[in-house]
């Protein structure tokens, strides 16, 4: 599977993705992650224009998947919660990774291609979000405790450090 940086091309397309993503969130009894449209068309665009946004690229050319990787310090991150980072070292954060459900293989493509780009990665989901919270684990992350995204609802953290 190929990634590569999204463009404003591929906006429409990635907001049926998220569509599609919000769907199966509901589907597998995580309704209040993503909600009230979130990420919402600006937001993705904004991700587009400042290079943080990743599309994966299926067999048939098609868009698949989409995450977004941002090297430094998430505001979100700063105050954690029942819990403690492994380390204070700079970080990589992986954030609204979503897939269209057409190809097996969009999650495994995103972890590996951000573990190949940073040996810090930080990620956080909701409670409900069992799947996500199974990729962590498989992933080899840790549980570090609870953050606060900006709407104020507490997530999951997590963080993988494989030291040099």
Known sequence: MEIRKAELSDLTRLMD????????????????QWIDGYPSEQLIREEIEQKHCYVCVGRNGQVVGVFCYIEGEDPNYAH????????????ATIHRLATSGEERGVADACFRWCMERSNNLRVDTHRDNLILQHLVAKYGFTYC????????????????????
């Open 145 to 164: 405790g609870i953050i606060y995204v900006s709407n104020g609802t507490p997530r999951l953290a997590y963080q993988r450090y494989i030291g040099k």
């Open 80 to 91: 954690i919660e029942q819990g403690a980072w492994l380390n204070d070292l700079p970080y």
């Open 17 to 32: 993705i998220f569509a599609h993503a919000r769907q199966l969130m509901i589907a597998t009894n995580n309704p209040h």
